[in-house]
């Protein structure tokens, strides 16, 4: 059995292994002379790590959307690969929604000075989304609300440095909720355009989604780091629900990360971030759960100590559970010289054996 990614963004070495693999050239060649097909931040730096949402819809490809040049690429994998589809090897696909192939704006970079915990930025200063928020605020009847938060601090900022994501700040204002409902829905709506046609390309094959788990300044009211990812998560709101509700409506599974974080461990190495990974999976496993589908996942950095390995274990079979919910699939990441040394390998051992039930001293 054999699952697949559909990658729709550029691999810059940051998810543990020394590869950099870019966009098609055709791609970027497009790209020099018109930039406002990659997403933008307020100060006009673009990001090539993945194509804008805003162009989802715009024939600026060679003539084509760029939903379209994904649905082209899935269905030409589709009947390239057909022996072994029909053979059933390949049992799952994964479609890349985004940055790192997750459902989110790109809005910590790091090649643009981001740095953790940082609240990170909006992405949505490219010319077509600009344009889709224009006619978001026409349609509201409030013209003058069309524009990005202003007060937002920049990559690196805490949420109480800035007016808008403090408590009581803008971002629960009448103009902040507009903002942040547009944001988010363009996210939601990207991944909606683009999983409809992964269910065409892939008639009968499991597909799932993966989504990034945000979990630093969980703790404040806003959520600064979610919001500008474009999770509309604050304190009085579930910004998940929303998102399991689009992948259920094209029977798509969830993917989703760092479920063997303690929240004990990150106040002890970044008090200041005011991070809770703990609260984050369970909201979101349950927001998943709830929407009745399957749910998958992995663990964020390397993870050798019984602790860790303890996490995924109670995330991947919650106790008591009345309706016997559990994870259906877990990614172990990976395979590496420091998890073959023989004490790494034994708890690893351990915790496998663990994971498929069988009782262990």
């Not at 543990?16 to 002379?33: A, F, R, S």
């Not at 002890?268 to 998943?288: I, T």
């Not at 073959?340 to 262990?360: D, L, S, T, W």
């Amino acid at each position: 059995m054999l699952p697949v990614v559909m990658s729709f963004h550029k691999c810059g070495g940051n998810v543990g292994d020394d590869v950099h693999i870019p966009l098609p050239k055709w791609v970027t060649e497009i790209g020099q002379t018109n930039p406002d097909i990659y997403f933008t931040d307020r100060e006009g730096r673009r990001n090539t790590e993945c194509l804008t949402w805003g162009i989802d819809k715009e024939r600026v490809l060679k003539g084509r959307t760029a939903v379209e040049a994904y649905f082209d690429y899935m269905r030409s994998f589709r009947v390239e690969f057909d022996e072994f589809f029909e053979a059933g090897i390949i049992s799952e696909i994964e479609v890349g929604l985004g940055p790192c192939g997750e459902l989110r704006y790109p809005s910590y970079p790091a090649e643009h000075g981001w740095k953790y915990p940082g609240i990170g930025e909006f992405q949505c200063y490219d010319k077509y989304l600009m344009k889709s928020l224009s006619k978001a605020a026409e349609l509201r009847g409030h013209l003058f609300w069309a524009k990005c938060p202003n007060n937002a601090g920049s990559y690196n900022s805490a949420p109480y440095e800035t007016r808008f994501f403090c408590d009581g700040g803008d971002y629960d204002s009448y103009y902040g909720r507009f903002f942040l409902n547009w944001y988010s829905r363009v996210l939601i709506d990207h991944g909606d355009r683009v999983l409809a046609l992964a269910n065409l390309a892939f008639e009968g094959t499991c597909i799932s989604a993966k989504i990034s788990g945000i979990h630093w300044w969980y703790k404040t009211a806003s959520h600064a780091a979610e919001l500008t990812a474009g999770f509309y998560n604050p304190s009085n709101r579930d910004g998940y629900a929303p998102i399991a509700a689009m992948l259920s409506k094209h029977g798509v599974g969830l993917n989703f990360t760092c479920v063997e974080m303690r929240t004990l461990d990150q106040n002890e190495d970044f008090p200041e971030a005011l991070a809770d990974p703990e609260g984050l999976v369970w909201q979101v496993l349950n927001a998943a759960w709830d929407a009745c589908i399957p749910v998958a996942s992995e663990n964020a950095l390397p993870c050798y100590d019984r602790e860790g390995y303890n996490k995924i274990l109670e995330n991947a079979k919650p106790r008591h559970d009345p309706d016997g919910r559990h994870l259906s699939v877990f990614t172990y990441l990976r395979l590496s010289p420091a998890l073959m040394e023989r004490h790494n390998f034994i708890e690893f051992e351990r915790f496998v054996k663990r994971m498929h039930g069988e009782a262990v001293k």
